[in-house]
């Protein structure tokens, strides 16, 4: 585990290095509100400048959280991004516009339009007999017992599929496509950062379980479930991840990370059904001990875009180099393992104690049969048919 002493002070150490530019996809509640606020709150008054987006559809909480921000960080640039549903790839494309107009405006009046964080938790998990809100207790037993559906048969109760008007499962689509689409979208900010860029998306690394490798979007009914949405997500983010940082050698370092069980407002919503109320005091005493608090949740996803995951090097000697000079910046400790088991190869898997999940041997047998083509083959297939106006059915 990282101490969380060292934590603050890497995220401390990061906001005064340079200038920040970041963007928070879910950050009106839950785990991106905890890490805006541990940003902010890093940053107060002795950074050296932050211009955050907060992208969402609750305007309302986007405006507290905005007030109490700039309460704590003064000199912080604080925008609501208004999304629609990030579940429709349009919608995705839409914000990215909003944001990258923005971030054209910056370099028109002399600035440096980029971005240096993308950090993605927008999610929603449909329970078969409480869709709209069942979230939480599916989102629980994703995040605490990953066996128990499977181990009691519960798989096809706890989620029921329900696709999207361009062809994609919503949970897979705002788990997976959705993200993957902000960082292709964003790209040209992201490789414009001198970080360079780094990207989190939040779900549930090192869970990988089943694969279907002839069904990636689990469209045949037998095979959808919450276990294979989870392990199917799971593994196509990482391999999509992969690509990405031997695409962009040098500019991005990507993570994907389980953030164990986090106890955030949601937990008390009034929405929420008696029977869920009931059982989630019955279970609290028991599952606390294990959860991570908010504040604490908040320092740990930040400190992700810390030197300690660094992006990929083209060359060895460069990466040698910068390991060197990320480890003396960082008071920190060792670059961190990629997922395919070498030191900083820029794609990550981890712990919500910030440690990486040894990967390597896992894919080893899916990299050799090329699954890592056919998972980039397959996500940039369902961005073109969707982008030309159609209707994805692989």
Same mark, same amino acid.
């Given at each position: 585990?990282?101490? @969380?002493?060292?934590?603050?002070?890497?995220?401390?150490?990061?906001?005064?290095?340079?200038?920040?530019?970041?963007?928070?996809?879910?950050?009106?509640?839950? @785990?991106?509100?905890?890490?805006?606020?541990?940003?902010?709150?890093?940053?107060?008054?002795?950074?050296?400048?932050?211009?955050?987006?907060?992208?969402?559809?609750?305007?309302? /909480?986007?405006?507290? @959280? @905005?007030?109490?921000?700039?309460?704590?960080?003064?000199?912080?640039?604080?925008?609501?991004?208004?999304?629609?549903?990030?579940?429709?790839?349009?919608?995705?494309?839409?914000?990215?516009?909003?944001?990258?107009?923005?971030?054209?405006?910056?370099?028109?009046?002399?600035?440096?339009?980029?971005?240096? *964080?993308?950090?993605?938790?927008?999610?929603?998990?449909?329970?078969?007999?409480?869709?709209r809100t069942g979230i939480l207790f599916s989102f629980i037993v994703s995040f605490t017992v990953p066996p128990l559906a499977d181990s009691f048969k519960f798989d096809h109760l706890l989620?029921?599929?329900?696709?999207?008007?361009?062809?994609?499962?919503?949970?897979?689509? *705002?788990?997976?496509?959705?993200?993957?689409?902000?960082?292709?979208?964003?790209?040209?900010?992201?490789?414009?950062?001198?970080?360079? /860029?780094?990207?989190?998306?939040?779900?549930?690394?090192?869970?990988?379980?089943?694969?279907?490798?002839?069904?990636?979007?689990?469209?045949?009914?037998?095979?959808?479930?919450?276990?294979?949405?989870?392990?199917?997500?799971?593994?196509?983010?990482? *391999?999509?991840?992969?690509?990405?940082?031997?695409?962009?050698?040098?500019?991005?370092?990507?993570?994907?990370?389980?953030?164990?069980?986090? #106890?955030?407002?949601?937990?008390?919503?009034?929405?929420?059904?008696?029977?869920?109320?009931?059982?989630?005091?019955?279970?609290?005493? #028991?599952?606390?001990?294990?959860?991570?608090?908010?504040?604490?949740?908040?320092?740990?996803?930040?400190?992700?875009?810390?030197?300690?995951?660094?992006?990929?090097?083209?060359?060895?000697?460069?990466?040698?180099?910068?390991?060197?000079?990320?480890?003396?910046?960082?008071?920190?400790?060792?670059?961190?393992?990629?997922?395919?088991?070498?030191?900083?190869?820029?794609?990550?898997?981890?712990?919500?104690?910030?440690?990486?999940?040894? *990967?390597?041997?896992?894919?080893?047998?899916?990299?050799?049969?090329?699954?890592?083509?056919?998972?980039?083959?397959?996500?940039?297939?369902?961005?073109?048919?969707?982008? /030309?106006?159609?209707?994805?059915?692989?």
């Amino acid at each position: 585990m990282v101490q @969380i002493d060292r934590v603050r002070s890497c995220n401390s150490t990061l906001v005064k290095t340079q200038p920040l530019v970041a963007v928070f996809v879910g950050g009106t509640s839950g @785990i991106g509100e905890n890490t805006i606020r541990a940003l902010a709150a890093a940053h107060s008054d002795q950074g050296k400048g932050l211009r955050l987006y907060i992208v969402g559809r609750n305007a309302e /909480a986007a405006k507290k @959280i @905005i007030a109490e921000c700039v309460h704590v960080c003064p000199r912080g640039q604080f925008r609501f991004v208004q999304a629609g549903d990030l579940a429709l790839l349009k919608d995705v494309d839409h914000v990215c516009s909003d944001i990258t107009r923005m971030e054209e405006e910056e370099n028109a009046k002399g600035g440096h339009g980029r971005v240096d *964080l993308l950090v993605m938790s927008h999610h929603y998990f449909p329970l078969l007999f409480q869709p709209r809100t069942g979230i939480l207790f599916s989102f629980i037993v994703s995040f605490t017992v990953p066996p128990l559906a499977d181990s009691f048969k519960f798989d096809h109760l706890l989620m029921c599929k329900t696709e999207t008007k361009e062809g994609l499962d919503m949970s897979m689509s *705002l788990l997976y496509y959705s993200r993957m689409r902000f960082v292709m979208k964003l790209l040209p900010l992201l490789r414009a950062s001198p970080l360079p /860029a780094h990207i989190v998306s939040v779900y549930s690394a090192g869970k990988e379980a089943k694969l279907l490798s002839e069904d990636l979007s689990l469209r045949t009914p037998q095979h959808y479930g919450q276990a294979n949405v989870r392990s199917h997500v799971t593994y196509m983010t990482t *391999l999509f991840m992969e690509k990405l940082a031997e695409q962009n050698p040098g500019h991005l370092s990507l993570v994907h990370v389980y953030p164990g069980l986090v #106890f955030t407002e949601a937990f008390s919503s009034a929405g929420l059904p008696t029977w869920f109320k009931f059982a989630f005091r019955l279970s609290a005493p #028991f599952v606390r001990p294990s959860s991570v608090s908010p504040e604490e949740n908040g320092q740990r996803i930040l400190f992700l875009a810390t030197p300690r995951y660094p992006a990929r090097q083209a060359i060895k000697d460069e990466m040698a180099a910068d390991s060197e000079k990320a480890n003396a910046n960082n008071g920190s400790a060792e670059i961190a393992v990629g997922t395919d088991g070498n030191c900083g190869s820029g794609a990550y898997a981890c712990n919500s104690d910030g440690e990486t999940i040894p *990967l390597k041997e896992t894919y080893k047998k899916l990299r050799e049969e090329g699954l890592a083509g056919k998972v980039w083959d397959h996500t940039m297939k369902a961005f073109d048919e969707i982008e /030309a106006g159609g209707v994805f059915s692989g």
